[in-house]
């Protein structure tokens, strides 16, 4: 049973649109991450957070922005949609603390397609 | 920093045959290690993690790993696969203290009937 949730599940979009892709989880997680993931190809991370008013831009450049007002939520924003966002993009958080060892949560991803 | 590195990009197995997925990573400091599974189209899942103790650590789908300190290796095997574990596979590492998962680049399993 999924605890965080990614929504749009599927999107596909002309250029030059503005976009947001939203990501929720109901575990209380501190750290939230934004992962980009072409087709059979390895993540990489693109922005994370380790508590509400943090961000921080990931290994991957990425024109897109988040924000994190609130815990739970995580939103991730393109102003401008171009062909080369097409990807999926993949929506994480864990747990920090005593019993923060690194795993990961994922949400089921977000495939965008610009047209 | 800390990184990993899966042998193989691909491996195409028989159904019901053994499979082995190979895994390495650089640190030599105390680790945690997880494997995920991603199907078609979704996220990823935990297959299994090794956190502390026994160094054989087995997971869901009947899928094991062993934690080779010596050898810096955590390596996911399975006696007899299925249809039904064509996926991709990743495997993970973050060091104690640091807490950042670091991926490596995927392996992808296909089973052919």
């Known amino acids: 049973e999924a605890d965080i949730y990614q929504t749009p599940r599927y999107l596909v979009i002309g250029t030059g649109k503005k976009i947001t892709l939203e990501c929720s989880q109901t575990m209380g997680h501190d750290k939230m991450y934004w992962y980009q993931q072409d087709p059979g190809m390895e993540l990489h991370l693109i922005h994370y957070?380790?508590?509400?008013?943090?961000?921080e831009k990931g290994d991957l450049s990425s024109e897109s922005t988040v924000s994190r007002i609130r815990t739970e939520h995580f939103p991730l924003t393109l102003e401008s949609a171009r062909p080369s966002h097409t990807s999926q993009y993949l929506c994480?958080?864990?747990?920090?603390?005593?019993?923060?060892?690194?795993?990961?949560?994922f949400g089921e991803g977000s495939r965008l397609t610009v047209l | 920093a800390q990184s990993v590195t899966q042998l193989d990009s691909q491996v195409p197995v028989f159904e019901e045959a053994p499979v082995e997925l190979r895994c390495n990573y650089s640190s030599s400091v105390s680790v945690y290690l997880f494997w995920y599974v991603q199907y078609p189209n979704q996220g990823l899942q935990l297959l299994l993690k090794y956190l502390s103790g026994s160094t054989l650590v087995k997971g869901i789908n009947g899928f094991e790993a062993e934690f080779n300190k010596s050898q810096t290796s955590f390596h996911l095997r399975k006696p007899s696969v299925h249809i039904s574990d064509t996926a991709e596979y990743f495997c993970?590492?973050?060091?104690?203290?640091?807490?950042?998962?670091?991926f490596g680049q995927g392996t992808r399993l296909t089973i052919n009937p």
């Open positions: 994480a958080s864990s747990d920090s603390g005593v019993g923060d060892t690194g795993e990961l949560f």
């Open positions: 993970a590492v973050s060091d104690h203290g640091a807490q950042k998962l670091v």
């Open positions: 957070s380790y508590g509400v008013n943090s961000t």
